[in-house]
């Protein structure tokens, strides 16, 4: 069983950057590998990124390509979510969690967070 907790989501103005937290619980974080995911007002959840156990390997969704980092310190069992260039589009609650290898699709993640808001202002 894995507990995931998420943070550092807020309000924030266009053109500005937050940077998300998923702190995970157990120590088997290093076998999982990490998503992202966000589910915007009136929308279906949708994929972000992703990123290996190892972190060697990334994906991000097109529309945030060029503009969020993932990463993820096995040691400190967190995953992080750098969003910078922030649009008023990119607002959302942000969903953290975890699986067996690096996926796109929802249902390949055993495990997942409450969600932090994500306010983007115009």
């Known amino acids: 069983q894995v507990q995931l907790v998420e943070s550092g989501g807020g309000l924030v103005q266009a053109g500005g950057s937050l940077k998300l937290a998923c702190v995970a619980s157990g120590r088997t974080f290093s076998t999982y590998a990490m998503g992202w995911f966000r589910r915007a007002p009136g929308k279906e959840r949708e994929f972000v990124s992703a990123?290996?156990?190892?972190?060697?390997?990334?994906y991000y969704a097109d529309s945030v390509k060029g503009r969020f980092t993932i990463s993820r310190d096995n040691a400190k069992t967190t995953v992080y979510l750098q969003m910078n260039s922030l649009k008023p589009e990119d607002t959302a609650v942000y969903y953290c969690a975890a699986g067996r290898s690096l996926a796109t699709a929802q249902e390949q993640y055993d495990y997942w967070g409450q969600g932090t808001q994500v306010t983007v202002s115009s």
């Open positions: 990123i290996t156990r190892s972190g060697n390997n990334v």
